[in-house]
């Protein structure tokens, strides 16, 4: 069944409501680093990756791998709404008793592939699968959704060289591109440009997209490998806590959980959006 571009909106602005009720319940972190990512998790699972919630260990699902771990209530949200459980369950984020940890766990939650948080290795891991992917004749793709700040770190540029050399095009990265890392901007912290230009030295094509636009993001998922015998990499252009205006471009809402007062106004903003 296609789905349009106006439900894949409204599938993201569910996807950042359940973020911010989650967080704010929970008083954890990282709803800046969910609300940049709703798009990218809308077009991925509603229109762009092969699975079945029915059975997700499908032998010929795709693969995803959140590497961006800190932007656990998000990717949870994502795959209850795609059907992998109910979603009462994402009542249990970062409670005791709960399955559904701070940082994305697969222990026990259908859907999810990986258990990651620790920055830098969900991209080694999904190289592993691809070049399984590959010597094994499956059809299957991997993608691996990351956050600008793990560029920073040494294992992924390794995993980058490794998918080169072995013409990995049946894996994807989407890098979630908002500037911000942490404690400040990332081009602060340690730049990153021209990253497009590197990735290509590496053997990759890559494209640059808004990501926020669905039709972007569509457009440039749906297309890979964008060349073959070469690994794809989605640069998404994003804006750290996208749909609450006074969260956006702010480096205080990757750690600060909004306050039950300032929930309600979120989520006025999101869903009016």
Known sequence: ??????????????????????????????????????DILAVLYGRVMHVDPQRPDWPDRDRLIMSKGHAAAVTYAAVAEAGFMPKERLDE????????????????????????????????????MALAAKRSG???????????????????????????????DNLTIVIDYNK?????????????EPLAEKLRAFGWSAREVDGHSVEELS????????EKGKPNAIIAHTVKGKGVSWMEGKVLWHYRPPTPEELVTALAEVEAS
């Open 219 to 226: 457009a440039a998922l749906s297309s890979v490998p964008l």
């Open 138 to 168: 499956a059809a299957w793709r991997v993608f691996v959704v990351m956050s600008d700040g793990e560029c920073d770190e040494g294992s992924n540029w390794e995993a980058i060289l490794f998918s080169g050399h072995h013409q990995l």
């Open 1 to 38: 069944m296609s789905v349009s571009n106006q439900e894949l909106n409204e599938l993201a602005k569910r996807l950042r409501s359940h973020s911010l009720r989650m967080i704010s319940k929970a008083k954890t972190s990282h709803i800046g680093s969910c609300l940049s990512a709703a």
């Open 93 to 128: 984020y970062a409670r005791n008793g709960g399955q559904l940890y701070g940082h994305v766990t697969h222990a026990g939650v259908p859907g999810i592939e990986f258990s990651s948080g620790s920055l830098g290795h969900g991209l080694p891991v999904g190289a592993g």
């Open 180 to 192: 911000i890392q942490s404690l400040d901007w990332v081009d602060k912290t340690l730049r990153l």
